[in-house]
């Protein structure tokens, strides 16, 4: 059977599926067939005209479905991305710095803000101790030789203020809090009475610090916050409102 | 235009597109409900517009129930049925008699032979991928378009009428073939018929 043949064929197949004519008028035509293969020829070119329809219908349908779950799991991923986005902006916001704090409170110590303040004094030229005791205390102190600075003031018979301060450094050089805090009482109440400030604002601070290492809070928290109220204080610039706070949260937990 | 109406032409596009904004949400929720997935409602609502265009362009569609009613209807008794081919595998019960809803003409429809299913509507697309995009155009047009021999010779440019009809021949014979290959769905085609 030749193309030409097929194609004549083909189309009286079309034209007995779609009953435009029966396969009566082409018997000539359809002779090589016989009746089992002519239904089975037209069997299978209708099942065919039917696959043709069904899948024009099925293309159109899924492009349709696809493009319609495209855009409908894009706009849920937008939901959720949004959602993420948000989540994690108040995880950083909110969580991050409460777990920050969380952290800094629990692990809030005496020690921990002594070293954030505390610095070795350096002497300055003495304004009033007697020249022999000022020149070998500041020099033993200068030269790191606290015992000695702290034997020497102890043989003292006469004890100035600026004695008084070398001697409490040195205590604090040498972790002895407990013996610097009345030195720095003694200054602070001398300059009571002499209506004077020798020392005044270094007494303070570093008294406030002994308390501090020495764990009398209370007595810590209160000469910190008058320095940090007074902005005229020396060591004022050193204080912060984080610092208070901190104090603030080991006076709580006392 | 009414919306059945509307399938009986062609393109079907914009009626489809009304189909999944208005009705796959209801048909998902009653898949969800009886224990679907998101993607088992997909398929199962492309499987049902696919009957709903099917008994409209074949006109079994009666409009004794509404598009929605009887769309959600074929979508819900088809995912009871995948449930229940999936958890019995062998079973071809057809009694549904947990059915809740009043489907009426859906509840009519029988799934005997699901020739929309997903497994044949990827064999079908799959097929026509095998004929060829130019076979698959002047078939489409010709069959489903229902476009004459003379308006086909325009849209594709070949030499002369027959010529047009020996291509057209060449590529039934193809796709019968490759039809005959897969017999299980070339007998589920011969029981369906041709649109009018």
């Given at each position: 059977m030749n193309k030409r043949d097929y194609s004549e064929i083909d189309d009286i197949l079309d034209k007995i599926i779609m009953g435009k004519v029966s396969e009566d008028n082409f018997t000539d035509v359809l002779s090589g067939y016989t009746g089992d293969e002519l239904m089975k020829e037209l069997q299978t070119h209708e099942a065919a005209a039917v696959a043709i329809q069904r899948n024009a219908v099925l293309r159109q349908v899924s492009l349709v479905h696809n493009a319609y779950f495209k855009n409908r799991n894009k706009e849920a991923w937008t939901v959720r991305g949004n959602f993420r986005f948000w989540l994690s902006a108040a995880a950083i916001l909110i969580v991050v710095p409460a777990l920050i704090v969380m952290f800094l409170y629990a692990t809030n110590s005496p020690d921990r803000l002594f070293a954030s303040q505390y610095h070795t004094y350096r002497l300055n030229v003495?304004?009033?101790?007697?020249q022999s005791n000022k020149e070998l205390l500041a020099s033993n102190y200068q030269a790191g030789k606290y015992n000695e600075v702290i034997t020497q003031f102890e043989s003292l018979t006469s004890k100035s203020v600026g004695d008084k301060m070398i001697a409490a450094f040195a205590y604090m050089e040498l972790n002895n809090y407990k013996a610097a805090i009345p030195l720095f009482n003694a200054v602070i109440s001398n300059n009571i009475v002499t209506r004077e400030n020798l020392y005044q604002d270094e007494a303070e601070y570093y008294l406030a610090l002994s308390y501090l290492k020495a764990k009398q809070i209370e007595q810590s928290y209160q000469l910190f916050s008058k320095i940090y109220s007074?902005?005229?204080?020396?060591?004022?610039?050193?204080?912060?409102k984080w610092f208070i706070m901190r104090l603030k949260w080991l006076r709580e937990q006392n | 235009m009414d919306l059945a109406q509307?399938?009986?032409?062609?393109?079907?596009n914009r009626p489809v597109r009304y189909l999944y904004e208005h009705f796959f949400e209801d048909a998902a929720t009653e898949i969800r409900l009886k224990g679907g997935t998101e993607e088992d409602a997909a398929d199962i609502f492309q499987e049902a517009v696919l009957i709903l265009i099917d008994n409209i362009k074949s006109g079994k569609?009666?409009?004794?129930?509404?598009v929605k009613t009887f769309l959600v209807g074929i979508a819900h008794n088809l995912w009871l049925f995948e449930k229940r081919t999936r958890e019995r595998r062998a079973s071809r019960e057809l009694?549904?008699?947990?059915?809740?809803?009043?489907?009426s003409e859906a509840e009519n429809?029988?799934?005997?032979?699901?020739?929309?299913?997903k497994s044949n509507t990827d064999v079908i697309q799959t097929i026509f991928k095998h004929v060829g995009e130019i076979c698959s155009k002047i078939l489409v047009g010709f069959?489903?378009?229902?476009?004459s021999m003379k308006s086909l010779l325009q849209r594709f440019h070949f030499d002369n009428e027959q010529v047009l009809r020996n291509r057209k021949a060449r590529c039934m014979k193809k796709l019968k073939k490759l039809l005959t290959d897969q017999p299980e769905l070339l007998r589920q085609l011969k029981i369906l018929s041709v649109y009018e």
């Open positions: 003495d304004r009033t101790s007697s007074d902005t005229e204080h020396t060591f004022n610039g050193r204080l912060n | 509307e399938f009986l032409q062609p393109d079907i569609f009666r409009h004794e129930s509404s009694n549904f008699s947990s059915s809740e809803t009043n489907y429809f029988e799934i005997g032979e699901r020739i929309f299913s069959y489903y378009e229902n476009s």
